[in-house]
T-cell receptor, first 112, second 114 residues
């Protein structure tokens, strides 16, 4: 079955710097890759997603890139702010929305 | 507020017992997903229902079962509970299946098995 790895497991950056989190997946049939942000004690919330027919997607300070050949996708956060501090999860799904497999998460700390 | 509701918010029970967790999806959403999140761990996909039928199965134990009712709410039943079942259980819903629809997560049910 699908296996999703995520790196790094923890990441500390200075406010204003960029943060990059990378995920790799094993099943070449996966075609939908969302990213979720989970603040302490709260529910995961979708922040951006990308489909397999797109290489890059941007939403203000957040961008996701997908390399289907290498089977990896990355989350890029620019101009980080303290409120970006959270755990970020990547996920992969095939059949567009079935049987999601999540990565283990990255704890991002943005230092003021 | 995602529009997905889960009850109860907290549940404390003893080993060997059985509990039922309930989820009401957002209005109009046909798919319901269940996830288990142990302390400081990632999200483990358990099972997905679409319009009353099981659509996908993940790492769900045989002691666990779920169903989705005609009104689209879903229940996750956990039986013969063990200490290791203590976790946060999330339900999520999405519009449908077969398309990359966003999942909206509920607030979760925190289960503590003593």
């Amino acid at each position: 079955g699908e296996n999703v790895e995520q790196h790094p497991s923890t990441l500390s950056v200075q406010e204003g710097d960029s943060a990059v989190i990378k995920c790799t997946y094993s099943d070449s049939a996966s075609n939908y890759f969302p990213w979720y942000k989970q603040e302490l004690g709260k529910r995961p919330q979708l922040i951006i997603d990308i489909r397999s027919n797109v290489g890059e997607k941007k939403d203000q300070r957040i961008a996701v890139t997908l390399n289907k050949t290498a089977k990896h996708f990355s989350l890029h956060i620019t101009e980080t702010q303290p409120e970006d501090s959270a755990v970020y999860f990547c996920a992969a799904s095939k059949d567009y929305g079935q049987n999601f497999v999540f990565g283990p998460g990255t704890r991002l700390s943005v230092l003021p | 507020d995602s529009g997905v509701t889960q009850t109860p918010k907290h549940l404390i029970t003893a080993t060997g017992q059985r509990v039922t967790l309930r989820c009401s999806p957002r209005s109009g959403d046909l798919s319901v997903y269940w996830y288990q999140q142990s302390l400081d761990q990632g999200l483990q996909f358990l099972i997905q229902y679409y319009n009353g039928e099981e659509r996908a199965k993940g790492n769900i134990l045989e002691r666990f079962s779920a169903q989705q009712f005609p009104d689209l709410h879903s229940e996750l039943n956990l039986s013969s509970l063990e200490l290791g079942d203590s976790a946060l259980y999330f339900c999520a819903s999405s519009v449908g299946t077969g398309s990359p629809y966003e999942q909206y997560f509920g607030p979760g049910t925190r289960l503590t098995v003593t």
